[in-house]
C-alpha cells in the first residue's frame, strides 16, 4: 500500500463493502481487509430486506435484481405476511394497508455479495488487503464471532436462546404468492422431543423466492437445540414431513433443493461500539453490523440494523467538522447514541416474542393469541409497526444520486 489509507474496514461480507463504497464516494481512502475464508457449511441464507435496504443499494448499483435474469430471479418481493399462534391466533401484514406494491424483498445472498465484490473493484479508492493495516480509524465488520472485538478488549454481552435456527430451501407443490409465513407453535410429530420431557417452543418462517409466481422457499426453523440435531439427521423424506405437520402444509407437498445447515441463536451486544485503539494512540475503532449486535430471526431486520449502522456511519463522518479528524472520539460517540437506541429497541421486540411464544403454562397460549388478534385490528399501532419494520420512515440515502 503506496500510503496509509483513511479507514480500514476489517470484514468483506455485506455491510464491509456496502461501508466502503459510500465512503470511497465521500473521497475517503478505504483499505477492505478480505481475509481468506476457512471452509463452510452450504450457504442457504437468504434476507429479507426493507426499503431503506434496498434503496441504499440502488444507490451503489448493486441491488441484485436485472430484468435479464428472469429464469432465477435474486430478488423476490414480499406484499404479505402471515403469522400463525399456536392457538387459532393470526396476524397479517399487508402492503396494500400501508399503500404500497411491497412490504419487503427477499434478496438471494450470494448474488448480492457476487454484486458488492464487483463494485469494490472498480473503485480505485478501494484496496482490497489480506491484513489489517494502520489507519486512522478501523471499523469492525467482521460478525458475530470477530477476533478484532476481542483483541480491542470489547466484550460482546450474549444472552442464549435455548433454540437453534435450522435452514435450508424447499420446493413447494404451491406458489408461495409473494407471501411471508411464520407459525409459532410446539412441536409436533415423530422425533419431536429427543431426550425432552415436554414440548419444546419453535418457530417455523416460510419466506418466498424464486421472483413473482416461484414455488422456491426459504426455511428458517428455530427449535431447541436436541430437536434440532434430531432434524439435522433426518433423511429427506422424513425431514420434509416433519415440516409439513409444522406447517401444516400451507404450500402443499415439499422436497428439499439445498443442503441444511444449522446455527445457535442469540441476542447480542457490544459493551462499546466506538473507543481508541489499546496501545495504538491516534487510532480509534468503531462496530458495525454483526460485531456490534445479534438478534433473533424471527423478525427478519438483522442485515436492515447492520446496513442502518453503515447510513448512520456515513452521515456522522460525511456532517463532521472540518477540523475534526476521524478518529475523534467525539466524533465516533455521534454515530454509537444514534444506532444504540434502535438497536436496543429491535432487540427488546424480538426478546420479548421469542419469550412469550417460548411460555408453556395453560393460560399462556389464550393470552398470546388473543394479543396477535388485538393487535391484528388495532389500526394504527399496526400501520406505525409496519412502517418502522418497512424502514419506511428510514433518514434518505447517505449520498443520493
Known amino acids: 500500500m503506496a500510503s496509509q489509507p483513511d479507514i480500514c474496514i476489517r470484514g468483506a461480507g455485506i455491510v464491509g463493502r456496502s461501508l466502503a463504497l459510500l465512503l470511497a464516494r465521500e473521497r475517503l481512502h478505504v483499505a477492505l481487509v478480505d481475509a481468506p475464508k476457512t471452509a463452510a457449511g452450504p450457504d442457504v441464507r437468504a434476507y429479507s430486506l426493507n426499503g431503506a435496504a434496498k434503496r441504499m443499494l440502488q444507490d451503489l448499483r ?90 480491542l478488549e470489547v466484550t460482546f454481552d450474549i444472552q442464549h436462546y435455548e433454540q437453534h435456527a435450522v435452514a435450508t430451501r424447499l420446493q413447494c407443490a404451491l406458489p408461495h404468492g409473494g407471501v411471508a409465513r411464520q407459525w409459532f407453535g410446539f412441536g409436533q410429530g415423530p422425533g419431536l422431543s429427543p431426550g425432552l ?58 422436497t428439499l433443493s439445498a443442503e441444511r445447515a444449522v446455527w445457535p441463536l442469540q441476542l447480542a451486544r457490544a459493551s462499546r461500539w466506538t473507543g481508541p485503539v489499546p496501545g495504538l494512540p491516534h487510532q480509534s475503532f468503531a462496530l458495525a453490523g454483526d460485531a456490534a449486535h445479534a438478534l433473533h430471526p424471527l423478525a427478519g431486520q438483522g442485515l436492515n440494523v447492520g446496513l442502518a449502522d453503515v447510513a448512520e456511519l456515513v452521515k456522522v463522518i460525511r456532517g463532521k467538522e472540518f477540523w475534526r479528524p476521524l478518529n475523534d472520539l467525539r466524533l465516533l460517540r455521534r454515530y454509537e447514541r444514534a444506532r444504540q437506541a434502535d438497536v436496543q429497541a429491535m432487540g427488546l421486540v424480538t426478546d420479548s416474542l ?48
Do not use: Y
Request: hydrophobic share 45%; glycine share 10%.
Open 62 to 151: 448493486c441491488w441484485p435484481d436485472s430484468p435479464e435474469n428472469t429464469n432465477n430471479p435474486a430478488v423476490t418481493p414480499v406484499h404479505q405476511m402471515q403469522v400463525f399462534g399456536d392457538q387459532g391466533g393470526q396476524l397479517s401484514f399487508g402492503a396494500s394497508e400501508q399503500g404500497v406494491a411491497e412490504l419487503n424483498w427477499m434478496v438471494d445472498v450470494p448474488v448480492l455479495e457476487a454484486r458488492l465484490a464487483a463494485a469494490v473493484q472498480f473503485q480505485p479508492l478501494i484496496e482490497v488487503v489480506q491484513a489489517p493495516v494502520a489507519a486512522p480509524l478501523t471499523v469492525v465488520c467482521e460478525g458475530r464471532a470477530s477476533q478484532t472485538r476481542a483483541e
Open 197 to 254: 420431557s415436554q414440548p419444546q417452543a419453535e418457530i417455523v418462517a416460510l419466506l418466498p423466492l424464486g421472483g413473482v409466481g416461484g414455488h422456491e422457499v426459504a426455511l428458517v426453523w428455530s427449535v431447541h437445540p436436541a430437536r434440532a440435531q434430531h432434524l439435522m439427521a433426518l433423511d429427506a423424506a422424513a425431514f420434509t414431513q416433519a415440516l409439513g405437520t409444522a406447517c401444516g402444509l400451507a404450500l402443499g407437498p415439499m
Open 354 to 401: 421469542q419469550r412469550l411464544f417460548a411460555q408453556t403454562g395453560p393460560v399462556w397460549p389464550t393470552l398470546r393469541n388473543w394479543g396477535l388478534t388485538g393487535f391484528d385490528r388495532a389500526g394504527p399501532l399496526k400501520r406505525w409497526m409496519t412502517r418502522q419494520a418497512m424502514g419506511a420512515d428510514a433518514a434518505p440515502n447517505p449520498h443520493p444520486l
